[in-house]
């Protein structure tokens, strides 16, 4: 197959020195990149800010923004068979961006935050033959509840739950849901033995989706 894999944070510009982003260090989406290569898949990497090198082998397509995230994905997507989405996607960007360096006033700033483009959800909608699996990061009581809402609501085929503590951490611990809601398996331990072992069932379960 060849897998598309969104890996790492994006950053959303206020001005041009300054951004949001989040902790996110790409480990997960690399270490299934490194496990797709090694299990003969072809890989497209599509990776915002990270510290870590890219696979031997990956077609690789470094991003910051989401809209390059988005434009990236977008391209690729018409060629690729699935795509697992690990990036943690800034939701929010600055409705404005201001050229050079903002200048402190010496009194408050107040920032307005727009939605950014929901990578995965546009995906689901030009879905066609492919399979998605995205992950969701959820933190409350109801995070079954809204990683299937999720799933749904992208066209997720599968949904891999997992909590904050993986952010920026070596380890993990996921759950696979189906469409059904039904939780089919758990992994747990390092990012690399985790990132072998999903790919094993990704593989296993869409493997008939091939072209
Ligand atoms: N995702 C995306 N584009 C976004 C936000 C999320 O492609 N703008 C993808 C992520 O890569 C992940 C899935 O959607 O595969 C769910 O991401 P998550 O951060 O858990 O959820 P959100 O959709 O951002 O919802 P919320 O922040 O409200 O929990």
Redesign the pocket.
Known sequence: MRILI?AGPTREYLDDVRYLSNASSGRMGYALAEAALAAGHEVVLISGPVALHPPAGALVRLVET?DQLLAACDAAWPDCDGVI?????C?YRPRERFPGKLAKTGVSLELELVE??????ELGRKKGHRWIV?????SEEFAHI?AIR?LKE?NCNAIVLNRPTAIGSADNSVEVIERSGETVARFSGPKTVVAAELLQWISQAFASHEA
Not at 85 to 89: G, K, L, N, P
Request: proline share 0%; aromatic share 4%; glycine share 4%.
């Open positions: 969104t989401t989405a690990t990036a943690a996607v939701d950014t483009a929901d990578v995965l959800a995205g992950f969701a990061l959820e809204n999720k992208k």
